[in-house]
T-cell receptor, first 115, second 112 residues
Framework: AQTVTQSQPEMSVQEAETVTLSCTYD???????LFWYKQPPSRQMILVIR??????QNATENRFSVNFQKAAKSFSLKISDSQLGDTAMYFC????????????FGGGTRVLVKP | NAGVTQTPKFQVLKTGQSMTLQCAQD?????MSWYRQDPGMGLRLIHY???????DQGEVPNGYNVSRSTTEDFPLRLLSAAPSQTSVYFC???????????FGQGTRLTVV
């Protein structure tokens, strides 16, 4: 079974600053995906960024980037130039490739962006 | 394009009552899943389906039933509601062979 751990329950950051969220996971699989999801107060689950395990290059989506360390089983998310709209819960998630919408989630990190 | 639609958005049940949470997607996705989200926790998988007529259990299946008679619909049935089933329920769907799950807006269920 896979496990995903987010060790930071809550983080705050000043607007325009950078914040990094930590995620570690445990698996014996070699072919998998990792995701970061954002959940604003509306509770909608929004995909922020994804990473395929076989890809060495770290994924980037605008102000969001990841640091994927496969050997260490670490997958951190960096939010640059934080905006008030980034205030939300952020969940790290794992999925075995081609397993079919069977995500394993971490416990989440609440991010508060302060003006 | 509606995406993944869940109904109802809110529901209050009495202990022992049964009900069905509805989930429908219009994207012709093969995969569909149900998750629950408890306070301070991430989502946990209840049941999933890889296609019409095929379902299987996830991490927390007890107290729930599912069926998948069509590609579009994946209802979740609570057989006899218990306070421990108070949670927010999410339905999600995705294409075979892709990595992006599309989520519904969730159903907040309270069992009193």
């Amino acid at each position: 079974a896979q496990t995903v751990t987010q060790s930071q329950p809550e983080m705050s950051v000043q607007e325009a600053e950078t914040v990094t969220l930590s995620c570690t996971y445990d698996t014996s699989e070699s072919n998998y995906y990792l995701f970061w999801y954002k959940q604003p107060p509306s509770r909608q689950m929004i995909l922020v960024i994804r990473q395929e395990a076989y890809k060495q290059q770290n994924a980037t989506e605008n102000r969001f980037s990841v640091n994927f360390q496969k050997a260490a089983k670490s997958f951190s998310l960096k939010i640059s130039d934080s905006q008030l709209g980034d205030t939300a819960m952020y969940f790290c998630a794992f999925e075995i490739k081609a397993a079919g919408n069977k995500l394993t989630f971490g416990g989440g990190t609440r991010v508060l962006v302060k003006p | 394009n509606a995406g993944v639609t869940q109904t109802p958005k809110f529901q209050v049940l009495k202990t022992g009552q049964s009900m069905t949470l509805q989930c429908a997607q219009d994207m012709n996705h093969e995969y569909m899943s149900w998750y629950r989200q408890d306070p301070g926790m991430g989502l946990r998988l209840i049941h999933y389906s890889v296609g019409a007529g095929i379902t299987d259990q996830g991490e927390v299946p007890n107290g729930y039933n599912v069926s998948r008679s069509t590609t579009e619909d994946f209802p979740l049935r609570l057989l006899s509601a218990a306070p421990s089933q108070t949670s927010v329920y999410f339905c999600a769907s995705s294409y075979w062979g892709t990595d992006e799950a599309f989520f519904g807006q969730g159903t907040r269920l309270t069992v009193v």
